[in-house]
């Protein structure tokens, strides 16, 4: 009988494990902590993540999103994110045929002249299982990130996107 428990309680403490990772949506602030939308990061197919992003109350033009290495965003700077998140080291252009490394979406996104853009992304090079090395959520989270300008894709390492004008925690869902 306590074989039977010990092996019924060694299966459940399995099951997270083998659980699909779960997305999530975060909120992204201004320097000055006005709402400047959300970002959700959820699973897709063949393993990949989705991203989408619904911006507001940011300068019209076009700007790099980057996810950074840090769960912090702490005004003005948002320095405390730290560089962007790029758990394999590549670099802009030269490792990666796209230009983009880690951290980087694949395109800028346009924000139109009433301060909202949106856009949809689907990467491989991201993941949401928080034992993964690429994962968002792996050593206590990332941070989303939306910059003055737009990433020239080839500038190493930021991509020449200027300040950081609005960002997001990134953490795992509870």
């Keep these: 009988m306590r074989l039977t428990a010990a092996a019924l309680a060694v299966s459940l403490l399995t099951v ?8 999530v949506t975060v909120p992204l602030k201004t320097s000055t902590g006005q709402d ?4 959700s990061f959820s ?4 393993n990949k993540v989705a991203i989408k992003l619904n911006l507001k109350n940011l300068p019209a033009g076009e700007h790099a999103v980057h996810v950074h290495e ?11 994110a730290g560089g962007h998140f790029n758990p394999a080291d590549k670099k802009h252009g030269t490792e990666n045929p796209m230009g983009h490394h880690n ?3 694949p395109q800028n996104v346009t924000v139109a002249a009433n301060g909202t853009g949106s856009a949809a992304f689907t990467v491989d090079y991201l993941s949401l299982d928080p034992s ?3 994962s968002i959520f792996a050593n ?11 990433d020239d894709m080839k500038t190493d390492p930021t991509g020449n996107a200027g300040g950081r004008i ?9």
């Design 166 to 174: 609005a960002c997001g925690v990134i953490t795992a869902p509870k």
């Design 132 to 134: 993964a090395t690429d």
């Design 16 to 23: 997270p494990a083998l659980a699909k990772p779960k997305g």
């Design 43 to 46: 699973p897709a197919k063949g």
């Design 70 to 80: 840090h769960a912090a965003c702490d005004a003005p700077d948002f320095k405390t």
């Design 140 to 150: 206590g989270g990332t941070s989303i990130m939306v910059h003055e300008k737009a």
């Design 103 to 105: 951290g980087d979406l």
């Design 36 to 39: 400047a939308g959300t970002a």
